[in-house]
């Protein structure tokens, strides 16, 4: 019974780790919207913005949708990030490969 108390818990502690994370992003396309409304951002910026929530999003999802032992090794990540003062930068994982190129090289 202990075994699926602490599974129940690794559970709670990715789902709201995942909730946490997609208000990360949605505050990105957030301000993304909010920049095309006091125009300074058009239109297509605003879709690049939406489609990198997306990108962001699936790849969380992927991260945090794990079953059995796997949803328990999730949680002793994310709680050894938050020890550690680690993070996940979800937003720069969803750039598009080729942004995520040229930052990683400095461009």
């Known amino acids: 019974m202990a075994r699926k108390a602490e599974r129940q818990a690794a559970r709670a502690s990715v789902a709201a780790y995942h909730e946490a994370q997609l208000g990360?992003?949605?505050?990105?396309?957030?301000?993304?919207?909010?920049?095309?409304?006091?125009?300074?951002?058009?239109?297509?910026e605003v879709d690049a913005a939406i489609h990198r929530f997306h990108r962001a999003a699936r790849q969380l999802w992927s991260f945090c949708a794990q079953s059995g032992s796997q949803v328990e090794s999730a949680a002793h990540l994310i709680a050894r990030m938050a020890d550690d003062g680690d993070t996940i930068d979800w937003w720069q994982r969803g750039a598009p490969a080729r942004a995520r190129s040229a930052e990683d090289l400095g461009v």
């Open 24 to 44: 990360v992003l949605i505050e990105h396309v957030g301000r993304a919207v909010d920049r095309f409304r006091a125009g300074e951002q058009d239109a297509f």
